[in-house]
């Protein structure tokens, strides 16, 4: 790609498409689990994350990441940037804000935007 390919201006600021992501009593113990809680099964503090009768279920922290970036590859397009493989992008850098913590079996609305280049 060259430089005169790109027109910054109009990608900075793009925004995708929202779209509603359901998260589950299984998608948030499948997280724990996955980041390694449980390993003691006989860890009680790790029952607030890994099992949804716990009195404190809650999701951690860091599963807020994971909910967003679900849009289809086909759906990556930029304004002012040419085509490109998606699966060559290096990723540097993303923030996430975070309203409330996730609650299970809800819906939850993901709005992307792209704020630099």
């Known amino acids: 790609m060259?430089?005169?390919?790109w027109d910054i201006k109009k990608a900075i600021g793009h925004k995708w498409?929202?779209?509603e992501v359901p998260v589950t009593n299984k998608d948030i113990i499948?997280?724990?689990?996955g980041?390694?809680?449980?390993?003691?099964?006989?860890?009680k503090d790790h029952f607030n994350f890994t099992y949804e009768n716990a009195e404190e279920f809650q999701s951690f922290p860091t599963m807020n990441v994971i909910i967003a970036h679900r849009m289809?590859?086909?759906d990556l397009s930029i304004p002012g940037v040419p085509a490109f493989?998606?699966?060559m992008l290096?990723?540097?850098e993303e923030s996430l804000e975070v309203f409330k913590p996730i609650?299970?079996?809800?819906t939850l609305v993901a709005q992307d935007e792209l704020i630099d280049l």
């Open 90 to 92: 290096l990723h540097g």
């Open 2 to 5: 060259e430089a005169k390919d």
């Open 72 to 74: 289809s590859l086909e």
């Open 85 to 87: 493989n998606p699966m």
């Open 103 to 106: 609650e299970a079996e809800t």
């Open 30 to 33: 499948l997280y724990s689990l």
């Open 17 to 19: 498409k929202s779209y």
């Open 35 to 43: 980041i390694g809680f449980q390993q003691n099964p006989l860890n």
